[in-house]
Structure formats: structure tokens, C-alpha cells
């Protein structure tokens, strides 16, 4: 069946470092969408994909998707103490989503 | 009231007893989701309900595991004889289901406790 793989499971960085998620899917994907889960909470949907090669910003959160429509990443420059939790990719499959992993991100004490 | 709405939001019960989780979705959003999610993990798919079609159970992991969903609205899940495995948070989410744009909103969850 129809999977999302979604790297790395963790990512701990210094706050001011950037961070990055990566997303595969073993089949093409007509949209892919972006959730963030903060700590202790549920997730909350992001950003959505369309266009094959579409790039979107949320001010420090860069999405892409790739040409193919098989693979996209969350690129999140100068993390801060907001950014912390995980951020999940998932793409459609008849009205259901197919959710990758998630991805941690931890900043460093 | 415009968000998904869970009950119980916390619910200790002794192996061995049922439950009944409550998820009042979004009104107007005919899509409704139940999710587990295990401590530091991912969303397992549990049961999917469109319309008045019938449920994608495909997810459930044992047949302790029921939902119902009454009048297109309103979903109950029930967990059987529960087990210490069963400890999670059960996450439901809503749809609007629109073409080409299929986003879930999510309730606060119900963080189930089986001792």
C-alpha cells in the first residue's frame, strides 16, 4: 500500500540553527499537507501543496514539493523555542491521509 | 464552538473494564478520523466514517475496538475489556472533504489510562 516515509524521527539543534524534514512517498502525491504537534498537544494542519515543484514560506518555514510529486521538506531557519515539536507530512489517499513518522524537533538546553 | 470537541479529556480505568470516548466534530464536516497515538509516536489510522457510507475499519486494531457515529455527527469509540496496551491518546479529527483539499482538524484528544 501506499506509504510516506519521513526523515529523520529526531533532530536536536541550537536554538538559531536550522532545521529540516524530508518526506518520500512511494507514489505520486496530488497534494501533500504539513501538521505541527507542540508537546502535550494535538496536531495542527500547516501548510498545503499543490503544484508540482511549489514553494510556500510562513515567515521562517519554507515548504517544498518536489517535481515529481513524490517528496517534499519543512525547512525551518533560525529555530526558536516556538518551533519545538513535531512536524508531520501527509499525503491523500481517497479521503484519508497517509501520515509519515513525524519529526522532532528538540532544541538543545 | 468551532472545534473538534473530545470527551473525556482524561480517563483512568482498570484492565479489564470498557470505555466510550466521544468526539463532537466540527458542524458541517461530513469526514470524521480516530487516531491513536502512543507516547513519542506517530497517528495509527483506527476507523475512518464519510457521509452515511460505511466506516473504513480497516485500522482497528482488535475486535475490542468499536465506533459508531449517529445521524452523520456525533462518533463514540468503545474499547472492550481493555488492556494495558491500550494506553494512549485517541485523537479524533474532522473534514470538511472537499475536493483536492482534505485537511483534518483535530480535538485535544483523550488521553486513555489502563491500570
Known amino acids: 500500500g501506499q506509504q510516506v516515509m519521513q526523515i529523520p524521527q529526531y533532530q536536536h539543534v541550537q536554538e538559531g540553527e536550522d532545521f529540516t524534514t524530508y518526506c518520500n512517498s512511494s507514489t505520486t502525491l496530488s497534494n501533500i499537507q504539513w501538521y505541527k504537534q507542540r508537546p502535550g498537544g494535538h496536531p495542527v494542519f500547516l501548510i498545503q501543496?499543490?503544484?508540482s515543484g511549489e514553494v510556500k514560506k510562513q515567515k521562517r518555514l519554507t515548504f517544498q514539493f518536489g517535481e515529481a510529486k513524490k517528496n517534499s521538506s519543512l525547512h525551518i531557519t533560525a529555530t526558536q523555542t516556538t518551533d519545538v515539536g513535531t512536524y508531520f507530512c501527509?499525503?491523500?489517499?481517497?479521503?484519508?491521509?497517509?501520515w509519515g513518522a513525524g519529526t522532532k524537533l528538540i532544541i538543545k538546553p | 464552538g468551532a472545534g473538534v470537541s473530545q470527551s473525556p479529556s482524561n480517563k483512568v480505568t482498570e484492565k479489564g473494564k470498557d470505555v466510550e470516548l466521544r468526539c463532537d466534530p466540527i458542524s458541517g464536516h461530513t469526514a470524521l478520523y480516530w487516531y491513536r497515538q502512543s507516547l513519542g509516536q506517530g497517528l495509527e489510522f483506527l476507523i475512518y466514517?464519510?457521509?452515511?457510507?460505511?466506516?473504513?475499519k480497516s485500522g482497528l486494531p482488535s475486535d475490542r475496538f468499536s465506533a459508531e457515529r449517529t445521524g452523520g455527527s456525533v462518533s463514540t469509540l468503545t474499547i472492550q475489556r481493555t488492556q494495558q496496551e491500550d494506553s494512549a491518546v485517541y485523537l479524533c479529527a474532522s473534514s470538511p472533504v472537499e475536493w483536492g483539499r482534505n485537511i483534518q482538524y483535530f480535538g485535544a484528544g483523550t488521553r486513555l489510562s489502563v491500570l
Open positions: 501543496l499543490v503544484k
Open positions: 466514517f464519510q457521509g452515511n457510507s460505511a466506516p473504513d
Open positions: 501527509a499525503g491523500p489517499s481517497n479521503y484519508q491521509l497517509i
